[in-house]
């Protein structure tokens, strides 16, 4: 099974293209990361809002276990939405993209477009591990019920990080926002860390920087 920052790759690099169609992927999989922590039992956050790290166990995928580095060798204790931000400018996304290829589940093509400028494509070797994302989001987005844990997180991730249109590009983006973003209130494990994503797209795109806040 595809982890959280796979499926964010799988919904931005499309299979028709094989480009990037998420705006702010960076962020997306910055958020990604804290949450497959969080699912995989490595973070949690305190009765402060702070992140703590509860084991170090290595997942044994680049992305995720940079993301682990990160949080577990800080000296500070930073607020979610401070580690999307400080994660936002690791390159998680060539770590994940690496991972697929080597994985032989994603073909990288290099071309060039107008026959001058370089093109890198990321394709699915098998669209059904795309399509069963998308199909799992539609279902949710459709009915709004019985969405687990690892479905409300990226669904967070989606609403949080303008990637509607990528994920669900036949439905209305505003809908799909109001849709996906309540969902991660019924899971205590999801819902600060995509409370974080949000809070730090919104410093973002306000022009605020980096704005960390530790202890």
Do not use: C
């Not at 956050?45 to 995928?61: E, I, L, Q, Y």
């Not at 990288?108 to 998308?134: F, N, S, T, Y």
């Not at 709004?144 to 609403?159: F, Q, W």
Request: glycine residues 12%.
């Amino acid at each position: 099974m595809a982890n959280l920052l796979e499926e964010v790759v799988f919904l931005a690099y499309r299979d028709d293209k094989g480009r990037n169609a998420a705006p702010y992927l960076q962020w997306s999989l910055a958020g990604a990361a804290l949450l497959e922590l969080s699912l995989g039992g490595r973070v949690t956050v305190d009765d402060s809002g702070r992140v703590d790290v509860a084991g170090g166990t290595p997942f044994g995928d680049a992305a995720v276990d940079e993301a682990l580095t990160r949080l577990s060798g800080s000296r500070t204790r930073h607020i979610p939405s401070s580690w999307v931000q400080i994660l936002a400018g690791v390159d998680l996304r060539q770590r994940v993209l690496d991972g697929l290829v080597a994985h032989g589940v994603l073909a990288h093509e290099r071309d060039r477009a107008l026959g001058l400028i370089p093109v890198e494509r990321h394709k699915p070797v098998d669209a059904g591990v795309e399509d069963e994302i998308r199909a799992r989001l539609d279902r949710t987005f459709a009915d709004g019920t019985g969405a687990g844990a690892r479905t409300a997180a990226l669904a967070g991730i989606v609403a949080t990080t303008f990637m509607e249109p990528a994920a669900l590009p036949h439905a209305k983006t505003s809908a799909v926002t109001k849709a996906f973003g309540a969902l991660a209130d019924g899971f205590p494990e999801v819902r600060p860390f995509v409370d974080g994503t949000r809070l730090a797209m919104t410093l973002f795109r306000s022009g605020s920087g980096l704005v960390v806040v530790g202890s």
